[in-house]
């Protein structure tokens, strides 16, 4: 068999961002190889290996910065084992299982940590949609605090806009914002809370365009910034020199063909994402506790200090 029809699918849902998030993305790729291990018909271990590793092939190829997207695949091919089909079959599921079970159980224990910064009657100003962000506002308003939100609508894919939703079925009190109004608004906000797609080893937090030029108003305005990102968010390359590669995206999200054309020859760019210093970062919250961020490297090197190769490629290939 080649590639299941979910990873196919699956792929192409994270390409167009029907499926997105870093956490949503990590456990979608998940599903989609326990997908494939479940109804592969290989019939010897070493088909059966090379099966698994293309499909995680296809699904790395989709978008490059959240590194949720890699550490999902390295988890599950690092504990494919066992020296018949079936046995290296069970392994692939297990393992597939057990990754979202963590990353649920992460994140409500980092949306615990997360709430314990926020006060009854504190203000926070987002960006984009963070799950694990949102789970810090969910958990401190169950813990009975009332929380309002000012939410940047997040141009040019208006993630805001899943954010607003989500927060009022939490209850909470929303105010939108075009992006360019943030500084404006930030006089009225206690905490600036954010995700991330990746966390480098210096602490530098590459999350949605606009997080870096928001972190360093808020800063200006005193207000903390605070990034919840559960520990598959951090990226083990960073800790060799590597750095994080922006995606950059279709221009039609920023202008139509039509209306481009009515503008005349322009060029336009489209970057998903930015690098925020440690600099401007308060904290770190994550399900093993928050961090400022110049210390993060350490509990990376708790996490990953292992190594990262890349269990997708082919042997020859690593
Ligand atoms: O994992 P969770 O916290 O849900 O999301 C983390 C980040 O993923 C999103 O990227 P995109 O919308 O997929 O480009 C945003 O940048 C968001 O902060």
């Not at 494919?80 to 979202?100: I, K, N, Y």
């Not at 100003?125 to 963070?130: D, F, L, Q």
Request: hydrophobic letters at 40%; proline letters at 5%.
């Amino acid at each position: 068999m080649d590639r299941h029809p979910t990873v196919e699918a699956t792929a192409e849902d994270i390409a167009s961002m029907e499926i997105r998030g870093a956490a949503t993305i990590g456990a979608a790729a998940a599903a989609a190889l326990r997908e494939q291990a479940e109804s592969s018909d290989a019939e010897t271990p070493e088909a059966f290996r090379a099966e698994l590793r293309a499909a995680a092939r296809r699904l790395h190829e989709t978008r490059p910065t959240a590194v949720s997207l890699p550490n999902s695949l390295r988890y599950v091919l690092r504990r494919m084992d066992g020296t018949d089909v079936p046995a290296l079959r069970s392994s692939v599921v297990d393992a597939a299982t057990a990754f979202e079970v963590r990353l649920d159980r992460a994140q409500s224990q980092l949306g615990a940590i997360g709430a314990n910064r926020l006060q009854d009657g504190d203000v926070v100003m987002t960006h984009c949609h963070s799950t694990d962000a949102l789970a810090c506002v969910e958990a401190a308003v169950e813990q009975g605090k009332h929380v309002e939100a000012i939410v940047k609508e997040t141009r040019p894919r208006l993630q805001g806009h899943i954010t607003a939703r989500q927060l009022r079925e939490m209850g909470v009190p929303v105010t939108l914002i075009v992006d360019n109004a943030a500084r404006r608004y930030l006089d009225d906000a206690d905490h600036v809370l954010v995700g991330a797609d990746a966390i480098a080893a210096d602490g530098s937090v590459i999350n949605k365009i606009g997080t870096s030029g928001l972190a360093v108003n808020a800063r200006e305005r005193g207000v903390p910034i605070v990034v919840a990102a559960q520990t598959i968010k951090l990226h083990p390359a960073t800790m060799t020199g590597h750095t994080v590669e922006i995606e950059m995206r279709d221009e039609r999200e920023v202008v139509d063909d039509e209306e481009r054309a009515t503008i005349g020859g322009i060029e336009v760019e489209n970057p998903a994402f930015d690098v925020t210093p440690p600099r401007y970062v308060d904290a770190i919250v994550t399900e093993s506790g928050q961090f400022p961020p110049e210390s993060i490297v350490t509990l990376m090197r708790e996490l990953f200090g292992d190594g990262v190769a890349d269990p997708w490629l082919d042997p020859e290939e690593r």
